[in-house]
């Protein structure tokens, strides 16, 4: 099935562990992002990039690092983890200009860190 | 800074009845306003956007509503039905950068 696909879908981590959160599309989409979901806060961009070796920061990026070294892949980062990062995490996609036609999701990954 | 509101947490509808959700924002360059549809345990799925030049959109039983001079903008849904039972985000689009609000958990009873 076309789509965006994100593994694992649930993780534990403990405080200072470093890990890396996976996106794959697979609908040739230049635009790929990631987002946190926190409650009462909506989500919130971490980084996003427009195609393979273009990358940017969004509104809560720090303690978290991306590449994009081909179009379908986009993996997060976590340094070292705290547990202010505990939280769902989604990645998203789009042809690039045509975001007002809504980005495809991947259905999360559950994070908690300890 | 949140540029995107959602000030109501949730909202009770009766099955065939209309839902209002609402939506504010503060940032007058966003060009682009969208409606995402959750369910638990999955990601978000696109249900309708209107551009910033336009005052209405209309798909279906939902209708967007946008007023630029109150920063403000409404989701109906008419008739409502059990299927429509959802978290409902408002987003804002300008360049790369949508900003999302709160959400609004929508329960339609039957």
């Known amino acids: 099935n076309a789509g965006v696909t994100q593994t694992p879908k649930f993780q534990v981590l403990k405080t200072g562990q470093s890990m890396t959160l996976q996106c794959a599309q697979d609908?040739?989409?230049?635009?790929m992002s990631w987002y946190r979901q926190d409650p009462g806060m909506g989500l919130r961009l971490i980084h996003y990039s427009v195609g393979a070796g273009i990358t940017d920061q969004g509104e809560v990026p720090n303690g978290y690092n991306v590449s994009r070294s081909t179009t379908e892949d986009f993996p997060l980062r976590l340094l070292s983890a705290a547990p202010s990062q505990t939280s769902v995490y989604f990645c998203a996609s789009s042809y690039l200009g045509w975001s007002q036609r809504g980005y495809t999701f991947g259905s999360g990954t559950r994070l908690t860190v300890v | 800074d949140q540029q995107v509101k959602q000030n109501s947490p949730s909202l009770s509808v009766q099955e065939g009845r209309i839902s209002i959700l609402n939506c504010d924002y503060t940032?007058?360059?966003?060009?682009?306003f969208l409606w995402y549809k959750k369910y638990p345990a999955e990601g978000p799925t696109f249900l309708i956007s209107i551009s910033s030049i336009k005052d209405k959109n209309e798909d279906g039983r939902f209708t967007v509503f946008l007023n630029k001079s109150a920063k403000h903008l409404s989701l109906h849904i008419v008739p409502s039905q059990p299927g429509d039972s959802a978290v409902y985000f408002c987003a804002a689009l300008n360049n790369n950068d949508m900003r999302f609000g709160a959400g609004t958990r929508l329960t339609v009873k039957p």
């Open positions: 609908m040739n989409h230049e635009y």
């Open positions: 940032n007058s360059m966003f060009d682009y």
